[in-house]
Structure formats: C-alpha cells, structure tokens
C-alpha cells in the first residue's frame, strides 16, 4: 500500500504517540479540576493593588473567602489605604500561612 522507509515510519509513531499523549490530557483536564490546574494557567497572573481593588474584584478574584473579602474592605474603610502588606495580619481569618499566599497576589501602591 505505502512504500514508507523504517525512519518514516518511526516518525509516524512518534507523531501518533504525542497526539494520544495531547488527547488523553485534554480530556483528564476537562474531568479532574487538579489536573487542569496543572496544565492550565490561571486567569489572573497579575498582581492586584490591595488600595484600589472593590469588594466585587475581590470575591471575584477568588483567592479570599467572601467574609475574609469583606474585612479587608472595611478595614479599608475604616483606616483608610494600606501602607504595606504587613497591615494584613491585623485582619481577622489573615494568619501567617495566609499572609504568605497573599502577599503574592497583592501589592501596594
């Protein structure tokens, strides 16, 4: 039928290898939300300013819980912008492993 050489071939095999191997990730990222979390990145890789942000954006956001979201608008409020991002820990639901994680995502101007 074809008259392929052994180097085609394996080149042929190689190419229907990675396909499978594509596939079958595609399909396990759009099952399992681990896995697509592995191989997909996320929607917001750009630091968000903590000053600047509204309670909407931040929920949205979704690195805070709603009532963790929430304490940080009215401590806002209340105190007025944040000078650094040390303040955080004052808030309730912020410990050191959160603030950790956190300081990552905001910043401040």
């Keep these: 039928m074809f008259n392929l050489t052994p180097e085609e071939k394996k080149v042929i ?11 079958t990730l595609n399909s396990l990222a ?6 697509k979390k ?27 819980p709603a009532k963790t979201s929430q304490r940080i608008i ?3 409020m ?14 309730k639901g912020i410990g050191e492993r959160r603030y950790e994680k956190l300081k990552e995502i905001f910043f401040v101007e």
């Excluded at 105190?79 to 650094?84: A, K, T």
């Design 13 to 23: 095999l190689f190419l229907l290898a990675i396909s499978f191997c594509g596939i």
């Design 30 to 35: 759009k099952l399992n939300c681990r896995v």
């Design 38 to 64: 592995i191989f997909c990145p996320q929607e917001h890789l750009s630091r968000i300013d903590l000053n600047k942000i509204s309670l909407e954006e931040l929920i949205r956001a979704k690195c805070l």
């Design 74 to 76: 009215a401590y806002r």
């Design 78 to 91: 209340e105190h007025g912008n944040f000078r650094n991002l040390e303040v955080l820990k004052e808030i």
